[in-house]
């Protein structure tokens, strides 16, 4: 699997996520411009945003990636809250969670997308 990163400043979670993909062989890309999104394709990948570093603009930000790119987007915050949760989804996010917790189902996550990604291309 492809999992994109837009993250600049949780050095800890990117070490963690970098281990975890390096394990199970898993393709992670850290970028820093959203038009990058153009040039992949939509095949078995997870787009992840940190909150931490776009949380003034996450109106912005979802509308950019999803003009984009039919990825499913994974916005991650140290701590979430309900009320976060369903306004991040409201917006267009499609998970939400925080960080650890991702780390903890990493593998659970990508099965899901590829076994959704399957039943779409059935479709």
Same mark, same amino acid.
């Given at each position: 699997? =492809?999992?994109?990163?837009?993250s600049?400043?949780d050095?800890?979670? /990117?070490? +963690?996520?970098? =281990?975890?993909?390096?394990?199970?062989?898993?393709?992670? %890309?850290?970028?820093? +411009?959203?038009?990058?999104?153009?040039?992949?394709?939509? =095949?078995?990948t997870?787009?992840?945003?940190?909150?931490?570093?776009?949380?003034?603009?996450?109106? %912005?930000?979802?509308? %950019?990636?999803k003009?984009?790119?039919?990825?499913?987007?994974?916005? %991650?915050?140290?701590?979430?809250?309900? =009320?976060? !949760?369903?306004?991040?989804? /409201?917006?267009?996010?499609?998970?939400?969670?925080?960080?650890?917790?991702?780390?903890?189902?990493?593998?659970?996550? +990508?099965n !899901?997308?590829?076994?959704?990604? +399957?039943?779409? !291309?059935? !479709?």
């Open positions: 699997m =492809k999992i994109i990163v837009f600049e400043s050095y800890n979670f /990117s070490a +963690k996520l970098a =281990k975890i993909c390096d394990l199970e062989s898993d393709e992670l %890309l850290f970028l820093n +411009k959203f038009d990058s999104l153009d040039s992949f394709d939509n =095949k078995n997870l787009l992840i945003v940190d909150f931490n570093d776009y949380k003034n603009h996450l109106d %912005l930000i979802i509308n %950019l990636i003009s984009r790119t039919n990825f499913p987007v994974c916005l %991650l915050a140290d701590k979430i809250d309900s =009320k976060f !949760q369903k306004k991040s989804t /409201s917006i267009g996010f499609d998970i939400v969670m925080a960080k650890s917790i991702f780390l903890m189902n990493i593998k659970t996550i +990508k !899901q997308i590829i076994n959704n990604s +399957k039943y779409n !291309q059935k !479709q």
